[in-house]
């Protein structure tokens, strides 16, 4: 990697720490190809993003961001999970080291708050920011659905009492 690719990962790291609200450490313990592409897939379909980057470097970019107390957790071969989303990370981490000795995670940020292994496991245990947005439109529409039942029953029981009355005189 020449000293112009160097910059660009850096400014592109730069970038991600800016716009991110989460980010995990993980530490690859030999995982294979097939099993860090499965991961970033993953995290590419909860709306993350799974990168390897050089230490080094990634102190670099740190430097300046909020997430820059980070950077004693980047020893060894890791790893970064980042999103927009303050759960989407942390949960596909946290699901994929359950299944997978070869990751484990470390630690991580979200803003200025740093996590250990248990803060990221329990972020990862909040329900997604999709999951929160269809429980509140439920109970918003809940009271409406509601009122409407409540004014449409007295018309659907005369008309059943009515119907059975008919029936029996039929």
Known sequence: MDR????DLVAELKSVFSETSVVVITRNLGMTVAQSTDL???MRDAGAQFKVAKNRLALIALEGTKYGPIGDMLTGPTALATSVDPVAAAKVAVDFAKTNDRLEIVGGAMGDKLLDVNGVKALAALPSLDQ???TLVGLIQAPATKLARIA???A???ARVTGAYAAKAA
């Open 4 to 7: 112009s690719q160097k910059a």
């Open 40 to 42: 970033r897939l993953k």
């Open 132 to 134: 929160l947005r269809g």
């Open 152 to 154: 449409i029953e007295p």
């Open 156 to 158: 659907s029981l005369l």
